[in-house]
């Protein structure tokens, strides 16, 4: 594979590669690696998805390896809308089961409930969730903002108590989504959602951060340079002990 650039910045490995396409099968092998390699010594792993375009490159390198036991693994994603209907295709979880979730022989699958009436007590039923399962393996993008998950500027907390809450989504990660194609105008696009908590994802105790395309090039720039703030989610990365952020030619143009 043709690697650009391989650097660390505080505790953050950066690895830039030349085209979308590698930069997905280097994200994809290694989390298959660490996946096989926790596998040998635990009965079951806990890993939490991201839903996006830019994952579709890892997601589907996922579902055609034949290395892991997807029957030993619990799987959740980390953030989605309020107030769409439940089978809307932009609906992450939905994002998900197309690609992944529904393609493989998890041992469990656990939804957030997008078309929940009562936001708080889905957030409190996902939380008891994730409590009860100690997250091994995150894999994860960040937004053109740099959000995490739906940790937008403005609402990250690194030191949030919740594991999942309700958020505003600011008008930078709305546009995000009709820039990429998931609807049609900001219009149609909800403005609230529900997200683990920046500390809940920090929790797991492996990131694999995917972060292709030019729209993302400033997110990845501040990311590696900004001072670590909640004003730029992503920066917190840097502060974990086992994270590593893959981007393309394009994300990565501002960092080679």
Same mark, same amino acid.
């Given at each position: 594979?043709?690697?650009?650039?391989?650097?660390?910045?505080? @505790?953050?490995?950066?690895?830039?590669m030349?085209?979308?396409?590698?930069?997905? @099968?280097?994200?994809?092998?290694?989390?298959?690696?660490?996946?096989?390699?926790?596998?040998?010594?635990?009965? /079951?792993?806990?890993?939490?998805?991201?839903?996006?375009?830019?994952?579709?490159?890892?997601? /589907?390198?996922?579902?055609?390896?034949?290395?892991?036991?997807?029957?030993?693994?619990?799987?959740?994603?980390?953030?989605?809308?309020?107030?769409?209907?439940?089978?809307?295709?932009?609906?992450?979880?939905?994002?998900?089961?197309?690609?992944?979730?529904?393609?493989?022989?998890?041992?469990?699958?656990?939804?957030i409930?997008?078309?929940?009436?009562?936001?708080?007590?889905?957030?409190?039923?996902?939380?008891?969730?994730?409590?009860?399962?100690?997250?091994?393996?995150?894999?994860?993008?960040?937004?053109?903002?740099?959000?995490?998950?739906?940790?937008?500027?403005?609402?990250a907390d690194?030191?949030?108590?919740?594991?999942?809450?309700v958020?505003?989504?600011?008008?930078?990660?709305?546009?995000?989504?009709?820039?990429?194609?998931?609807?049609?105008?900001?219009?149609?696009?909800?403005k609230?959602?529900?997200?683990?908590?920046?500390?809940?994802?920090?929790?797991?105790?492996?990131?694999?951060?995917?972060?292709?395309?030019?729209t993302?090039?400033?997110?990845?720039?501040?990311?590696?340079?900004? /001072?670590?703030?909640?004003?730029?989610?992503?920066?917190?990365?840097?502060?974990?002990?086992?994270?590593?952020?893959?981007?393309?030619?394009d994300?990565?143009? @501002?960092?080679?």
């Open positions: 594979m043709n690697i650009l650039k391989d650097f660390k910045v505080d @505790k953050l490995q950066v690895k830039v030349a085209t979308r396409e590698e930069m997905g @099968k280097v994200a994809g092998a290694a989390i298959v690696e660490k996946i096989v390699e926790l596998q040998k010594t635990k009965d /079951e792993l806990n890993m939490i998805f991201a839903a996006a375009p830019s994952q579709n490159e890892v997601l /589907e390198y996922l579902r055609n390896t034949k290395e892991v036991d997807w029957t030993k693994i619990n799987a959740f994603h980390m953030d989605e809308y309020i107030g769409l209907d439940k089978d809307a295709p932009q609906g992450f979880g939905n994002f998900l089961r197309d690609r992944l979730f529904g393609l493989l022989p998890f041992k469990s699958v656990n939804y409930d997008c078309s929940a009436t009562d936001a708080e007590a889905e957030c409190a039923r996902y939380s008891e969730l994730l409590r009860k399962s100690p997250i091994d393996i995150v894999c994860l993008g960040i937004g053109e903002n740099a959000h995490i998950a739906f940790n937008d500027p403005g609402f690194f030191e949030d108590k919740e594991l999942v809450k958020v505003e989504l600011d008008e930078v990660c709305r546009n995000q989504q009709v820039n990429d194609g998931c609807f049609a105008k900001i219009d149609d696009v909800p609230q959602a529900l997200t683990l908590t920046v500390p809940m994802l920090f929790s797991g105790d492996y990131l694999f951060c995917t972060v292709p395309a030019p993302k090039a400033n997110a990845v720039y501040n990311t590696v340079n900004a /001072e670590i703030t909640a004003d730029v989610p992503a920066t917190v990365m840097r502060r974990h002990d086992n994270a590593i952020m893959f981007c393309d030619n994300s990565g143009e @501002k960092v080679l």
